[in-house]
């Protein structure tokens, strides 16, 4: 902005993403940031699609307000100029000027839904108009004035210079004076240093409301629809081979005005506070609503300068300078809860910081910084996992407590939704997820009494089908899971839960493990690391991770226990520095990678441990600070990949080696490739996730060797792995030297690898003469199955394709290659291994259609029962003749009754085979009786309910 700019605000427009700042000598600048949270791709920090001075303004100015639903900015000067800009077609210009030199301009409020302006000047003058510029009225407050909001329920609030607040009506009559506790308890120390003529300066006060749609944009949207539309429907069809210009022309969709001024409906909970006051001296005070006689009081150790409400409502940031620091200046920005509770603290050194704002999503803030305009990201802490090709995450519905789970395959973007109430924490391994949630039962209990209430574990694999659950006491604030177990942790108490997967490829740890919960208390001892000795019962957890048969615990004072899985009890202290934020454990469980918190309570250093034993004893320590994710190499123990800011780093086991930047958190890190997703841009959409939020890096490595076999330099290649050697690297020269050919060299590589099966292959491959048929199987060999396939086929040898994808247990494609075939025997094998197949993934209602396809009733009716498709086994039992072995009645009747589809006194009437086209009938017990005198038959068990997945 220029060194004689210093800014005095920032202001940022939701709805056309344009930030507004200005301060010294007149200054006043419209700008847009280039960089997209949804995008993966970084921009520049410092680029600016719009960069535009507005000329006008003579004095400091000090306040702006946009109007989101017309598109207006409202600024003001020391000298009480008042400016509206208006917008087109991105640039701003002059509208309306209003300017009353008697007074100084204190504060500029548009209303919630931009109908109505509050311009308020220190004399306590105070002027309401329209948005068009007629004046509504004025008024004399007979008190000197310092700001003003407007709260969402027609009603004005005014802040005095003495620090009290009031409200009036939509008129401007006097409604209440609001209880302010927070000017009536002061500490010691801020009382003794109060001068008599001591006046509380309030320096901002905001009524929180969720930001309208804009009817502006929503109109110039639909216009520009209009107007492609028609310039399609005029255009010249295209000539050539294959013309579309066949369409239906569609009118475009007259948008309701209800939907032109919708607002987002969010859920807000009826005791979250929604306005804030805040004083100069560092306290604050969070209040429900104006009536608030119990409001929150929140002191800082801040000389505060800004703050502003996130768009949601649920957080609010407040800039300042720190007083602690004495001569040193210092700017802090807190991040609260509406509640009060710290969640983030930012720390600049040398700079001054006068104003924050909030973008739409959330995802940033800007900060007006004496001659500089800080952009800044905010990084929430997502509930989001991945395991196979699924990604897991958890976003709030619109109403209250209500949450929903999504599974999304970013591979096939299949995505399934489950609703659930009262969500509290995930974690993810492998194949498998472990959610907790609060028990149904326990959700009358007062939400604050975490005593009494029950939380519920559940089991989910991939596509979200549930494989068992638990009932635990403990407050899930910090929860883990591997093959057999999960454990889920509170400040002073674990619970282990021992679990069985149904198709369970890892041994069990213990048959005799037994779920249960234990005290931290009475499991630890007095522990001594080196000269300080910690009091257990002042020690508490801090953060978890699970290995194969133990887990760790972080404390709080210092120092790592290590815990059997099977009984719960501690075999190992290890002396740890404090404060850990969170480990985690590599591939083999030999190394712990460990991240801890500063003084801000920012993840700022990463130090990786070597497990020798009993001995934790530290390898590497990383002078990367602000880590934002890591995880390790999925089969290499000693690789691990993690987020210095927005730049990948990889830990190669001896250094580090910087990769590039990514927008994304990192998701998996396998095969030298790291993972990324961007839960900013799928949370943006939750129920629409876009694929490109999910990205795959090439590490460096993989990166160059990738470009030597594009360019085909194979010498160059080998060159370069013999001196980085890794196993990926290797498999990608051989499948290059099989794909072109180069059979000697691929032979060399699959000796490097002492891979004999690949060494074979080559043998067998240059012995074949057929050209076409060579080509199918290398690819084949290289898993390009699709292509394999087509070329099998094109070679008169369909056995070959099949024989192909047996050996991978694909049955799907092996049906639809015999699906015109004549033996219907082979075919039903087919069918029946494509059922096993869903039924071991426990995908039922899958299983029960191709079950029913090749025949197998007895498991069909065994997937209706566990799918719950009682209405289907109904249908089934009367198509079904009398005598079929795969019927009990009696069995199905208590399974029809039980999900309600027989009513009481009713049971099952199965058609006989005498009684012709006779419908089925449910018949009474008096008439049941008869017909089993005439129907005395002998009739099996139903075989496939007692089988267990």
């Known amino acids: 902005m220029g060194e004689q700019s210093q800014i005095q605000f920032v202001e940022w427009n939701h709805n056309a993403n344009f930030i507004a700042c200005g301060g010294a000598n007149g200054t006043l600048k419209v700008v847009r940031h280039g960089y997209d949270p949804t995008d993966n791709k970084l921009l520049a920090g410092n680029t600016?699609?719009?960069?535009?001075?507005?000329?006008?303004?003579?004095?400091?100015?000090?306040?702006?307000?946009?109007?989101?639903?017309?598109?207006?900015?409202?600024?003001?000067?020391?000298?009480?100029?008042?400016?509206?800009?208006?917008?087109?077609?991105?640039?701003?210009?002059?509208?309306?000027?209003?300017?009353?030199?008697?007074?100084?301009?204190?504060?500029?409020?548009?209303?919630?839904?931009?109908?109505?302006?509050?311009?308020?000047y220190a004399d306590g003058l105070v002027i309401v108009g329209t948005h068009d510029g007629n004046r509504v009225w004025s008024r004399e407050m007979e008190v000197d004035l310092v700001t003003c909001a407007f709260s969402p329920f027609d009603q004005m609030i005014f802040g005095t210079t003495d620090g009290k607040v009031f409200a009036v009506d939509k008129e401007g009559n006097h409604v209440l004076d609001l209880y302010l506790p927070c000017l009536e308890t002061v500490d010691l120390e801020q009382a003794l240093a109060r001068s008599r003529d001591h006046r509380e300066e309030i320096v901002f006060m905001s009524y929180w409301s969720p930001v309208p749609k804009s009817k502006v944009r929503m109109e110039q949207e639909a216009n520009l629809r209009a107007r492609e539309a028609e310039k399609k429907s005029h255009a010249e069809p295209v000539k050539g081979t294959s013309i579309f210009h066949n369409y239906p022309k569609r009118q475009m969709r007259e948008i309701p005005?209800?939907?032109?001024?919708g607002e987002p409906n969010q859920p807000v909970p009826a005791d979250r506070p929604r306005f804030v006051v805040a004083y100069s001296r560092g306290v604050f005070q969070l209040m429900r609503n104006i009536s608030d006689t119990d409001s929150i009081v929140i002191r800082l150790k801040l000389?505060?300068?800004?703050?502003?409400?996130?768009?949601?409502?649920?957080?609010?940031?407040?800039?300042?300078?720190?007083?602690?620091?004495?001569?040193?200046?210092?700017?802090?920005?807190?991040?609260?809860?509406?509640?009060?509770?710290?969640?983030?603290?930012?720390?600049?050194?040398?700079?001054?910081?006068?104003?924050?704002?909030?973008?739409?999503s959330g995802f940033r803030m800007a900060i007006s910084s004496e001659s500089n305009l800080l952009i800044a990201t905010v990084r929430p802490e997502f509930k989001w996992g991945c395991i196979e090709n699924t990604i897991i995450y958890v976003f709030q519905r619109e109403e209250m407590f209500l949450y929903a789970l999504m599974y999304y395959d970013y591979k096939t973007e299949e995505r399934k939704e489950m609703g659930l109430r009262y969500f509290e924490n995930i974690a993810f391994y492998k194949s498998h997820c472990v959610v907790v949630k609060r028990h149904e039962e326990s959700t009358i209990v007062p939400p604050d009494d975490f005593n009494q209430i029950q939380f519920t574990c559940e089991l989910h694999n991939c596509i979200g089908t549930s494989l068992g659950f638990t009932l635990t006491a403990i407050r899930p604030k910090y929860v883990c899971v591997n093959e057999t177990c999960a454990v889920v942790a509170n400040e002073s108490h674990y619970f282990i839960w021992h679990f069985v997967l149904p198709k369970l490829s890892a041994p069990v740890m213990n048959d005799e493990a037994q779920s249960a919960e234990y005290s931290l208390e009475e499991q630890q001892r007095t522990v001594e690391y080196g000269t300080r000795r910690l009091i257990s019962s002042r020690d508490q957890i801090c953060a978890i991770c699970i290995g194969d048969t133990f887990f760790f615990i972080a404390l709080r004072n210092g120092g790592i226990y290590r815990v059997n899985l099977a009984d719960g009890v501690i075999t190992n202290k290890f002396p740890v520095t404090p404060l850990v934020e969170s480990m985690k454990l590599n591939c083999d469980n030999t190394r712990l990678a460990v991240v801890k918190l500063d003084q801000n309570q920012v993840p700022s250093s990463l130090t990786i441990y070597d497990l020798m034993g009993e001995v934790l004893q530290q390898k590497y320590t990383c002078d990367k600070k602000e880590i934002w994710g890591y995880t390790w190499d999925e089969h290499d123990p000693n690789m691990l990949a993690f987020k210095n800011k927005q730049t990948i780093v990889i830990y190669d086991g001896a250094g580090l080696v910087d990769q590039q930047n990514v927008s994304g958190e990192i998701c998996s890190f396998n095969n030298l490739a790291?993972?990324?997703?961007?839960?900013?841009?799928?949370?943006?959409?939750?129920?629409?996730?876009?694929?490109?939020?999910?990205?795959?890096?090439?590490?460096?490595?993989?990166?160059?060797?990738?470009?030597?076999?594009k360019a085909s330099k194979l010498k160059e290649a080998i060159e370069y792995t013999e001196k980085n050697p890794h196993a990926e690297l290797w498999k990608m020269i051989a499948n290059w030297a099989v794909m072109n050919q180069k059979f000697d060299s691929a032979e060399h590589v699959f000796v490097k690898l002492q891979d004999y099966a690949g060494i074979q292959f080559v043998?067998?491959?240059?012995?074949?003469?057929?050209?076409?048929?060579?080509?199918?199987?290398?690819?084949?060999?290289?898993?390009?199955?699709?292509?394999?396939?087509?070329?099998?086929?094109?070679?008169?040898?369909?056995?070959?394709?099949?024989?192909m994808y047996k050996k991978i247990s694909e049955y799907e494609p092996i049906y639809k290659l015999i699906k015109d075939d004549k033996d219907e025997n082979v075919k039903a094998e087919v069918l029946r291994e494509i059922a096993e197949g869903h039924y071991e993934n426990l995908d039922w209602e899958e299983a029960m259609k191709y079950y029913q396809q090749c025949g197998d009733t007895e498991m069909q009716i065994d997937c209706m029962i566990k799918a719950e498709k009682f209405g289907n086994l109904e249908e089934l039992s009367r198509i079904l003749p009398p005598d079929s072995v795969h019927l009990d009645v009696e069995n199905l009747d208590e399974i029809l009754k039980s999900s309600l589809v027989l009513s009481p006194g009713k049971r099952l009437r199965l058609q006989s085979p005498s009684e012709g086209n006779t419908s089925s009938r449910c018949l009474s017990d008096e008439e049941t009786i008869e017909a089993n005198k005439r129907d005395d038959r002998g009739r099996s068990t139903l075989q496939g309910y007692s089988r267990s997945g």
Not at 257 to 261: C, S, V
Not at 788 to 795: L, R, T
């Open 48 to 120: 600016l699609t719009v960069n535009q001075s507005l000329e006008g303004h003579q004095k400091m100015v000090l306040h702006a307000s946009w109007n989101e639903n017309y598109q207006k900015l409202t600024t003001s000067d020391v000298g009480g100029m008042i400016t509206v800009w208006g917008g087109t077609n991105e640039q701003w210009h002059e509208e309306m000027i209003n300017n009353r030199d008697k007074s100084s301009v204190v504060g500029l409020e548009w209303s919630p839904d931009g109908q109505l302006i509050a311009i308020t």
């Open 257 to 261: 005005e209800m939907e032109k001024a």
């Open 303 to 360: 000389k505060i300068t800004g703050g502003k409400w996130s768009p949601n409502g649920a957080f609010l940031a407040i800039c300042g300078t720190d007083l602690e620091k004495g001569g040193s200046k210092v700017s802090i920005v807190y991040l609260l809860s509406a509640y009060g509770q710290t969640h983030g603290i930012y720390r600049h050194p040398d700079a001054s910081f006068t104003g924050i704002s909030w973008d739409s």
């Open 674 to 709: 790291v993972r990324t997703v961007n839960m900013n841009s799928i949370l943006l959409s939750p129920t629409n996730p876009p694929k490109s939020a999910v990205q795959e890096m090439m590490i460096k490595a993989k990166y160059d060797l990738n470009s030597m076999l």
């Open 763 to 803: 043998r067998q491959i240059q012995n074949i003469t057929h050209r076409e048929l060579q080509h199918a199987e290398i690819l084949a060999f290289t898993e390009q199955l699709d292509e394999a396939k087509e070329s099998f086929v094109a070679c008169d040898r369909k056995d070959l394709a099949i024989e």
